[in-house]
């Protein structure tokens, strides 16, 4: 991978065009030159998840642990021929690696859902009815997801979760 630690979050979003971005043409393999200054940002039972830059672009590239090259293109070629809908993020494409697929998202800026909602007053389980639109949202992206034949293996449901603990341990 190239860049490194020395690329910081402040010389990557001056380069950041989020406005028109890449993930609004269809997915694609993606020559691994053409990513650079890769941060990582998070660490998983998946993998690792990188920050870095696409064509001036902000993106997310996720470098799935040992699973299997041809689960991986599986994984690929699967989310590649999603029909796009507005509750989900779409794939820009893919890198391939020594034998792996690395996958190659859109960079949102705004945090996780789940640090919002649990560590901002302003926004999250303060807020029933915005919880409840975005409830509403992550419903509809997975329903979609469902009806092109996909299960989401990893979705964490926080607006459920927080949605039982606003009542946990109260009595009436």
């Given amino acids: ?78 989310l590649a021929g999603l029909t796009r809908h507005p509750n989900l993020l779409s794939l820009i494409g893919g890198i391939l690696v020594n034998d792996q697929v690395h996958l190659v998202w859109p960079f949102m800026p705004g945090g996780s859902l789940s640090k919002k909602m649990y560590e901002d007053p302003h926004w999250g389980s303060n807020d029933p009815e915005r919880m409840l639109a975005v409830a509403i949202g992550m419903f509809e992206g997975l329903a979609a997801l469902h009806a092109q034949g996909v299960v989401h293996r990893d979705c964490t449901c926080v607006v459920a979760s927080l949605l039982c603990s606003r009542t946990h341990g109260q009595t009436d």
């Fill in 1 to 78: 991978m190239k860049g490194g630690p020395s690329a910081s979050p402040d010389n990557l979003a001056s380069h950041a065009n989020i406005a028109s971005h890449p993930a609004d043409r269809a997915p694609r393999l993606i020559d691994p030159n053409s990513v650079t200054d890769y941060v990582k940002i998070a660490h998983g039972q998946f993998g690792d998840v990188f920050r870095a830059l696409f064509e001036t672009y902000l993106v997310v590239v996720k470098a799935p642990k040992d699973s299997g090259a041809q689960s991986q293109m599986r994984e690929y070629n699967t």
